[in-house]
């Protein structure tokens, strides 16, 4: 038989084989949906911009020793942060939802690694705001959570400009000029100048809080010009199409993988010898498992992409060709990759093995689990990057889903290009493979 | 060793000689295979006699010396349409475990080159051969041992190619069902099919084959049938056991 019908064949019986095991079948195609939609979440909610989404929020536990109207205020400030749980937190009628502690009860359980950050608005607080004196704000923290502690002091920051409208930076203007032995009156003229300033920015943002940002944006230093390309769907941001695009290529490497190890089970299995006797060329066996992993592959993306498309708008139908095309580079790529670690292991325990390893690896410098490419790489790891399959799909997939690329695009074409020429490669070295390990000593 | 007139001969095998890496399978073995005969292949284990199948059948193409086909030299492993001539039953099962045994047939009868129809009626002969047609729908892991034997056999015939290799087809088979193979075998050698049958079992090789080759460590120790094999060591009555007691001064059965 010639190499096409045989290969056809060939995928036929896989495929069959494949889809009638329901249970493995659906796991393979609704994994990936499953943890695209854990990711696109996960990482939505961490780079929620102030649209409003839910967003992971660092807890901050705070009393108020002062006990005035504008401890009062800075407190409920920090309430509305969208980057704090504050602790104690409230009921609807305004009662303490949790114990509400003292300082020294809060500064015992930083010590005893109960709380991990702890504001303590000391006495004194409105009385120094009015005179420009160094505010009694404590944070008793435990160091180590630095990454609440970069989003703690953000917070603070924020709610404390919001809450005084601004008057903390002139007081902070105020104590550097006495510090630097101006004489009161002049200090007194340069704070009332300064008020004035900040009275009329204060006018000028409405009834948007004082944010130190509009500082600088309001008076001219940077101005913010935002550009959507009006092709984007709605909703999507870099970092979704990014765990979309990302997850798609591992898992399609994970699947495919497990598919083309079934050409050591036939080997294994004894079918492999059989096959060999028959009139057929020994490519086709190999050619159409390539077709089986293949189909597969292509209906595992395609659930994929519809999930993210049903939660995430990512935009599928806005360039099909070009989505398209990158799926089917992508997959050819997989599916040598697969044939490749199929062709080189010698037992199936050295194939699982060795593409676990390598698609872990590839999963992670080739941005299929963090947002690598809009970043900018130190050499190494930038050269590591360009050497993964997942970087070229994923870094295709997010031209064409985020910067609404078209497969005209030279960076698209770029990658689809290496992706093939990894195909090519990898496709005649598996072969090469195929031939020594399976035909000579079959 | 009786040289066969080439004019019947369908395989002729010239020099053979196969090397695992350092370790030599098979030396220098010559021997032919006439049409229709059912044609022997006697020796204990690591003797080379799937070796030799294997280089045959497509499945090794290290070999040297010459083989061939129906006059033609030929390389198995190299040549995809000859290779639908030379049918093997290897002596390791090689079936789909998740597949059924008409499955089996099917597929494999369609990758031997079928029509659809064809294989449908080649599946329905190899269950009969097999003696599963009322588990036809059955997987195959569902199968005892002996069954699996059966279906292996039937799969290798499947495609009915003129030559057929059979690699011991009948380890673990029950009695009933070794009698069932035999004289489907029969009947095939009748219909004009060749065989060549390996085995390490003497009644097999005196009940079936029109000749034997026996072999030892890769290497030819006679050739003929039973008579003349007995004649070679000059004890006419000898049986096969005897014969290849007094060709390798030990026993078949303990080496
Ligand atoms: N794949 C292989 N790699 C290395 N050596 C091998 C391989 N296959 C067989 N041999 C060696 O070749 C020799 C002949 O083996 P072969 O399988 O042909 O014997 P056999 O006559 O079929 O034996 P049996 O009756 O046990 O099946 C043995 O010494 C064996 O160890
Ligand atoms: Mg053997």
Redesign the pocket.
């Known amino acids: 038989m010639k190499l096409g019908p045989a290969a056809l064949l060939f995928a036929r019986k896989d495929l069959s084989l494949f889809f009638r095991d329901r249970t493995a079948m659906l796991l393979s195609f609704l994994m990936p949906a499953t943890l695209v939609t854990i990711f696109g979440y996960l990482m939505g909610m961490m780079s929620s911009d102030s649209d409003g989404g839910p967003m992971a929020r660092a807890t901050l536990w705070v009393t108020d020793v002062d006990q005035t109207e504008d401890s009062r205020s800075f407190y409920a400030n920090l309430r509305t942060s969208s980057l704090l749980s504050v602790r104690p937190r409230l009921n609807d009628d305004g009662t303490y939802l949790d114990t509400a502690y003292t300082a020294e009860q809060l500064r015992e359980k930083v010590i005893d690694g109960k709380v991990d950050h702890a504001l303590i608005i000391g006495k004194g607080f409105a009385q120094a705001l009015a005179s420009a004196e160094p505010l009694p704000l404590t944070m008793v923290r435990d160091p180590g959570a630095q990454m609440e502690g970069q989003l703690l002091n953000i917070a603070v920051m924020q709610s404390l400009s919001a809450s005084t409208e601004g008057r903390v930076f002139t007081n902070l203007l105020v104590q550097n000029l006495r510090d630097a032995g101006m004489p009161d009156i002049a200090v007194d003229q340069i704070r009332a100048v300064t008020e004035q300033q900040r009275e009329l920015l204060q006018q000028s943002s409405g009834d948007q809080p004082f944010n130190m940002m509009n500082l600088f944006s309001g008076r001219g230093m940077v101005k913010m010009e935002d550009h959507v390309p009006p092709e984007r769907a709605n909703n999507v941001s870099a970092i979704q199409a990014q765990a979309v695009g990302g997850i798609a290529v591992m898992m399609l490497l994970f699947g495919l993988t497990a598919a083309s190890a079934s050409l050591l089970r036939e080997r294994e299995g004894g079918t492999m010898r059989r096959l060999l006797s028959l009139p057929i060329p020994p490519g086709s066996i190999l050619l159409g498992k390539a077709l089986a992993m293949g189909v597969i592959g292509l209906i595992q993306l395609t659930v994929l992409f519809v999930v993210g498309e049903f939660l995430f708008e990512i935009g599928i139908w806005r360039d099909p060709l070009t989505l398209g095309a990158i799926i089917l580079c992508t997959i050819a790529a997989a599916v040598a990759f697969g044939l490749l670690i199929a062709a080189w292991a010698r037992t199936p325990k050295q194939a699982d093995g060795m593409s676990t390893l390598v698609i872990l690896v590839m999963s992670c410098l080739g941005g299929s689990w963090f947002p690598l490419q809009t970043l900018d790489l130190p050499m190494p790891m930038n050269v590591a990057m360009h050497l993964t399959i997942n970087h070229w799909s994923v870094s295709s997939f997010q031209n064409l889903f985020w910067r609404t690329k078209s497969l005209a695009d030279t960076e698209i074409l770029l990658a689809l290009g290496v992706l093939l020429l990894f195909t090519v490669l990898a496709s005649w070295q598996a072969l090469r493979l195929f031939r020594t390990r399976y035909l000579e000593r079959a | 060793m009786t040289a066969a007139p080439p004019a019947t001969a369908l395989l002729e095998v010239h020099n053979l000689s196969l090397f695992y890496g350092e370790r030599c399978a098979v030396q220098d073995l010559s021997f032919q295979v006439r049409r229709g005969e059912c044609f022997g292949l006697l020796g204990p284990?690591g003797a080379g006699?799937?070796s030799t199948l294997g280089c045959l059948a497509g499945l090794l193409n290290t070999w040297q010396g010459e083989l061939q086909f129906g006059g033609d030299a030929i390389r198995p492993a190299d040549d995809v349409s000859l290779r639908g001539k030379i049918g093997l039953v290897p002596?390791d099962l090689a079936l789909y475990e998740d597949m059924t045994a008409v499955e089996n047939l099917i597929f494999f009868a369609r990758m031997a080159g079928l029509s659809k129809a064809a294989a449908k009626e080649g599946a329905d002969r190899g269950l009969e051969l097999a003696g599963l047609t009322d588990r036809a729908k059955d997987r195959v892991d569902s199968f005892s041992g002996g069954m699996k034997r059966r279906l292996n056999l039937a799969v290798g015939d499947v495609h009915e190619p003129p030559l057929l290799l059979l690699?011991?087809p009948t380890v673990g088979v029950d009695p009933q069902s070794r009698n069932h193979i035999f004289e489907t075998l029969e009947s095939l050698s009748k219909s004009g099919r060749t065989l060549i049958y390996?085995t390490h079992y003497m009644e097999e090789v005196e009940r079936l084959c029109d000749r034997i080759l026996i072999m030892n460590e890769g290497v030819a120790l006679g050739c003929g049938t039973h008579a003349e094999l007995a004649t070679s060591i000059d004890q006419p009555n000898a049986t096969l056991e005897e014969v290849f007691l007094n060709m390798t001064g030990r026993s078949l059965r303990d080496s």
């Open positions: 284990n006699k799937s002596q690699d011991e390996t």
